[in-house]
C-alpha cells in the first residue's frame, strides 16, 4: 500500500492490537494489514514484544501480611470515626451530597460571601450603640460635660455627707441579680408600690424632665470646651495608668479593675442576635457602671469600659466582684437564660439597700491576671498595701465586715468610672489632673443629690423592686442631670421599664435620653440593648412584655 | 455476597462506616496495585510501603470521593501519584546490565540471557526458563523511561484501557498511546540486545528450540 492510501495510524494500530476497537474498525484494520506490509511490520513488532513480555506475570506475590493487618486497622479506624460523624461532617456530607449541593459551586459562595458582608455590616451598623461607630468609645466627655443648664427639680434630697457608694449596676437588659430569668415571665420583680402611683409619679417627672430637655446647651462652644477637657484628662489619665502598668505596677490596675474579663453575655435565639461580639458591649458598658463611685478623690468623668480594648477598664474599688453569669441555653436563649449576678459587696447607701446576695460568683472576686501576678512580683509590700488600693485592701467595704458606709470622701465625689489604680497618675500635679480636679469639684455639688438617689435605685433594683428602681433612676437623673452618671440614670430607668414591659414609657425616657445626652453613646448603647431585647421578648413572646404576677415569677423560678 | 459488589458500592459503604468493604476492597485490588508499584519502583521492599500509603490515602479520602470514575482508575491514579513522587524523591537504584544478571542467578559463566537461552540444555523446563528470563523482562521494563514505563505496565499488565489511563496520567489519550508505542519499541530494541525474541519468548517457539536444540 502506498503511503497515500496508508490511513491507518499506529496508534489506531495499537487500539487494533489491544481490542480497543469496534468490531467494524477492527475488521477494517485487519483487512487494511493484510494488504500493507508496512503495517504488517509493525503490528509483528508489537506482537512480538508483547509474546515476550507477558512471560512477566501480571501481578507478583502478594504484599506481606503485616502490610495488610496494618491497612485494616487503619480502615477499622477510620470507619469507626465515620460511622458516628459530628455535627459538621453531618453538615457538609449534606452539603455535598444533598439538594443544597449547588450551594457549594464557586458562583454560590462568591454569593454568600457578599450576602454575609452586607447582612453583617447591616447588622452591626443597626446594633451598634448609637454614637459608637461616629465617635471613640474611649471619649466619655459628652456625660461629664456640664454645658445643660437643667431645671432645678429636686426630689429626694439626699441627705447631707451621705456616702459615696460603689454601686455596681448590672448589664442592660439584664435581669436581677438573683434569681433565675425567665424570658417568658420577666424578671422577677416586687414592685415596692402600686402600680398607678409608679405611673403617675413617671408622668410627673416626665413633664419636668422634658421641660429640662427643652432647655439645650447654652452653647455649643461651650460644649465643645467641656468635651475636649475631658478627653484630655482622660487621655492623661490612661497613659499614666498604663506607664504604671508596664513598670511593674499593672497589679494594681488589674485588681482594681473592677469586672473579671471572663464575664459574658450570650443571648441570641429569638431576640436574634449574639451580644457575644458586639454583646461585649453591653458588658463593658454594665461593668463601667457597675465600677461605681470607687475611688473617693476621683475626679469626675465618665471614664468608660466601653473601649476596654483601648483603656484600662475602670477601677471598682467598691466593686468586689460582678460577674453575669448567662446560661445560654440550646436553641433558644429566650426560652431559659439563667442570670446570676453577683452583688458586689459594698457599703449599704441607704436604708432601702438590700443586703448583698452571695453568689457563686463571690469566689471569683478579681482573679489575678498576667499583671497581677507579674506586677506583685516587683512590688514592695509598702506599694502594696500603700495608697491605692490592692486587691485584699477592702475588707472594710465588705457589708458584711462593716455594716456601716465609709465616711464620705474628704476630697471630691467618688466617680462611677474612675478607677483607684489612677490615683497613683493623679498624684504627679500636672495641669490635666488639676482640670479634672476642678470638674470633679463642680460635680461634688450635685453628688449629695443623685448619689443616694442612683444607690437607691440600685438597691431596688437588685431586689427586684423594678418599678421602684426605675422611679429612683429617674428621680436621680432629675435631682442631678449634670452629674456625670445622670445618662446612666436614665439607662437605668430604661432598662428597668423595659424589663417591665412598659415599653412605651421605656421609649418616653429613651427619647429623653438621646435628646439630652446625645453624645453618651455607651448609655445610648445599653439603652437601646435593652430596648430591642425586650421588644423581641415581646414580639416572641408578647407575655413576656408583661410583668408577671410575683407568685407566677416564683414557681417558675423554682 | 460481598465480594461480588461492585468496588463503587464497597467504597460507599466503607464511607459510610463499613470496615469489612474496605477489607474486601484491599483484597480485591492490593495485589494487582502492588504489582504496578513494584513495576513502577522495581523495588519489593519499596513497593510495600508505597502500597501501604496508597491505601492509606484511599482510607483517608474516603470521605471526599465521589463516583464520578471507576474505583480503580481512582486508585491507580493515587498509586501512580505515589510512586512518581518516591521516584522523584529517591534514586532509585538502576538495574545492572544484563550481563550481570545472569551470573547473580547461579550462572557462572556470565553468558548473556540469550545465549543461555538458546543453549538451553535439553533438560531445561519451564521454571528453569523462567528463572533466567523474567529478571531479564523485569530489567528490560525497568529500562524504559517512567512515562512509558507506567503506561505498559498499567496497559499490559493492569489491563486498564488507554482512556483510563489517559485519565490517571493526566495526559492525552494520544500520548499515552505515543508513550505506548515508544514502551513496545523500546522493550523490543532491549529484548532483542540480550537476545531474547519473541520466537523464543513463545512457550511453543521454546519448547521448539529445546527439540531442535537436543536433535543439533
Known amino acids: 500500500m502506498s503511503a497515500q492510501t496508508h490511513i491507518v495510524s499506529e496508534e489506531r494500530l495499537l487500539d487494533f492490537l489491544y481490542g480497543e476497537l469496534p468490531a467494524t474498525a477492527a475488521a477494517e484494520i485487519s483487512e487494511h494489514v493484510k494488504t500493507c506490509p508496512q503495517c504488517t511490520a509493525t503490528l509483528e513488532g508489537y506482537r512480538s514484544t508483547r509474546r515476550v513480555m507477558r512471560q512477566l506475570p501480571p501481578e507478583v506475590d502478594a504484599p506481606p501480611a503485616r502490610v495488610t493487618d496494618a491497612l485494616l486497622a487503619e480502615a477499622r479506624k477510620a470507619a469507626a470515626a465515620r460511622a458516628q460523624p459530628g455535627l459538621l461532617d453531618r453538615v457538609y456530607e449534606w452539603l455535598r451530597g444533598g439538594p443544597a449541593r449547588f450551594l457549594l459551586t464557586p458562583t454560590f459562595a462568591v454569593a454568600g460571601a457578599l450576602a454575609l458582608v452586607v447582612g453583617g455590616s447591616y447588622l452591626v451598623l443597626s446594633y451598634a450603640p448609637r454614637g459608637e461607630l461616629t465617635r471613640p468609645a474611649a471619649t466619655p466627655a459628652p456625660e461629664a460635660a456640664p454645658a445643660f443648664a437643667p431645671a432645678p427639680v429636686a426630689l429626694a434630697p439626699a441627705p447631707a455627707g451621705a456616702p459615696v457608694t460603689a454601686v455596681p449596676m448590672p448589664a442592660l437588659g439584664s435581669p436581677p441579680e438573683t434569681g433565675t430569668y425567665k424570658p417568658g415571665a420577666g424578671f422577677a420583680a416586687e414592685p415596692a408600690m402600686p402600680a398607678a402611683e409608679e405611673r403617675e409619679r413617671f408622668a410627673v417627672l416626665n413633664k419636668r424632665m422634658k421641660a429640662a430637655v427643652r432647655e439645650e446647651p447654652a452653647t455649643l462652644d461651650e460644649a465643645k470646651e467641656s468635651a475636649a477637657r475631658a478627653r484630655s484628662e482622660l487621655e492623661g489619665k490612661r497613659k499614666a495608668a498604663e506607664m504604671r502598668r508596664l513598670a511593674g505596677g499593672g497589679g494594681d490596675m488589674a485588681a482594681s479593675t473592677g469586672l473579671d474579663s471572663s464575664a459574658g453575655v450570650g443571648v441570641g435565639g429569638a431576640v436574634g442576635r449574639d451580644i457575644g461580639g458586639s454583646g461585649s458591649l453591653g458588658v463593658a458598658s454594665s461593668a463601667s457602671r457597675g465600677s461605681g463611685p470607687a475611688s473617693p478623690s476621683a475626679p469626675s468623668g465618665a471614664i468608660s469600659l466601653h473601649a476596654f480594648a483601648e483603656q484600662p477598664k475602670p477601677a471598682a474599688e467598691g466593686l468586689e466582684s460582678s460577674k453575669l453569669n448567662v446560661d445560654l441555653r440550646e436553641k433558644d436563649a429566650e426560652k431559659s437564660v439563667d442570670v446570676v449576678l453577683a452583688a458586689p459587696p459594698r457599703p449599704a447607701p441607704a436604708a432601702a439597700a438590700p443586703p448583698p446576695v452571695p453568689t457563686e460568683v463571690a469566689s471569683e472576686e478579681k482573679k489575678p491576671g498576667f499583671f497581677d501576678s507579674f506586677g506583685a512580683l516587683f512590688r514592695s509590700p509598702e506599694r502594696q498595701s500603700g495608697g491605692q488600693v490592692a486587691r485584699g485592701d477592702r475588707p472594710a467595704e465588705s457589708p458584711s465586715a462593716s455594716p456601716a458606709p465609709p465616711p464620705p470622701p474628704p476630697a471630691a465625689p467618688a466617680d462611677a468610672s474612675e478607677s483607684t489604680s489612677y490615683a497613683a497618675a493623679k498624684q504627679a500635679p500636672s495641669a490635666k489632673n488639676e482640670a479634672a480636679s476642678t470638674r470633679a469639684q463642680a460635680e461634688q455639688k450635685q453628688a449629695p443629690a443623685f448619689e443616694p438617689l442612683y444607690a437607691r435605685a440600685e438597691a431596688a433594683r437588685r431586689a427586684g423592686r423594678l418599678e421602684e428602681a426605675a422611679r429612683l433612676y429617674r428621680e436621680a437623673y432629675v435631682a442631678a442631670p449634670d452629674h456625670a452618671r445622670a445618662p446612666w440614670a436614665l439607662a437605668g430607668e430604661i432598662e428597668c421599664l423595659a424589663a417591665l414591659g412598659r415599653l412605651a414609657d421605656a421609649d418616653e425616657s429613651n427619647a429623653v435620653l438621646n435628646a439630652r445626652y446625645p453624645k453618651a453613646a455607651e448609655s445610648i448603647g445599653a439603652a437601646d440593648r435593652a430596648l430591642r431585647m425586650n421588644r423581641a421578648k415581646a414580639r416572641v413572646m408578647p407575655d413576656a412584655a408583661q410583668p408577671a404576677a410575683p407568685a407566677s415569677i416564683e414557681e417558675q423560678s423554682h | ?216
Not at chain 2, 467504597?11 to 513494584?38: N, T, Y
Not at chain 2, 550462572?107 to 540469550?114: I, L, N, R, S
Not at chain 2, 505515543?178 to 529484548?191: H, I, Q, T, V
Open chain 2, 1 to 216: 455476597v460481598q465480594t461480588e459488589q461492585p468496588d463503587d458500592t464497597l467504597m460507599r459503604r466503607f464511607r459510610e462506616g463499613d470496615a469489612p468493604a474496605f477489607e474486601v476492597l484491599l483484597k480485591r485490588h492490593q495485589r494487582a496495585v502492588f504489582s504496578f508499584i513494584v513495576r513502577m519502583v522495581g523495588d519489593r521492599t519499596r513497593a510495600e510501603d508505597l502500597l501501604q500509603e496508597t491505601f492509606l490515602r484511599v482510607i483517608r479520602g474516603a470521605a471526599e470521593w465521589e463516583q464520578k470514575a471507576k474505583f480503580t482508575t481512582w486508585l491507580y491514579t493515587i498509586a501512580r501519584n505515589i510512586c512518581v513522587d518516591a521516584m522523584r524523591r529517591e534514586s532509585f537504584r538502576k538495574a545492572d546490565s544484563l550481563d550481570r544478571v545472569a551470573p547473580s542467578d547461579g550462572d557462572p559463566d556470565g553468558a548473556p540471557v540469550g545465549d543461555a537461552m538458546a543453549g538451553a540444555a535439553v533438560g531445561a523446563d519451564r521454571a528453569a526458563y523462567n528463572a533466567r528470563v523474567r529478571p531479564a523482562l523485569e530489567q528490560a521494563l525497568q529500562r524504559l523511561p517512567a512515562e512509558q514505563r507506567e503506561v505498559f505496565v498499567l496497559r499490559e499488565y493492569s489491563g486498564a484501557p488507554f482512556k483510563e489511563i489517559a485519565e490517571m496520567t493526566g495526559v492525552p489519550e494520544n500520548t499515552v498511546k505515543s508513550r505506548m508505542r515508544y514502551a513496545l519499541e523500546g522493550l523490543r530494541k532491549a529484548l532483542e540486545a540480550m537476545g531474547i525474541t519473541g520466537d523464543m519468548a513463545d512457550d511453543d517457539e521454546v519448547a521448539a528450540a529445546a527439540v531442535r536444540t537436543v536433535g543439533g
